[in-house]
């Protein structure tokens, strides 16, 4: 459920293997657990060119959470929406567009 593997080209979805494996949880009895809405590896090519520009990511961000949730509204039971926002090594906010443009406000 990587935004890359979701949304490669901005706007248009794949949902695919998505929904086989969310197909394949409910099938068996198993919860499925949403991963990831953003996270600074495995990021569409599109993204890269919106570094700086605070309110058009801040939109692309909002579309793809309210899209991809939306598309499994009562099939997952939790999301991981920020994942690994900070770096193992120091302990400080990672490096990533998101950081960049936002600081830690997109946490």
Do not use: C
């Amino acid at each position: 459920m990587k935004w890359g593997s979701l949304e490669a080209i901005k706007g248009q979805y794949n949902w695919g293997n998505a929904d086989k494996l969310v197909a394949y949880a409910e099938q068996h009895n198993m919860k499925i657990r949403g991963h990831t809405l953003i996270w600074h590896e495995q990021l569409p090519s599109y993204i890269a060119g919106l570094e700086g520009k605070k309110a058009e990511l801040e939109q692309v961000i909002k579309d793809h959470i309210n899209t991809v949730v939306g598309h499994f509204k009562g099939k997952i039971y939790a999301w991981d929406v920020v994942n690994e926002a900070i770096d193992d090594g120091s302990g400080k906010l990672r490096d990533s567009i998101f950081s960049r443009t936002f600081n830690s406000s997109f946490i």
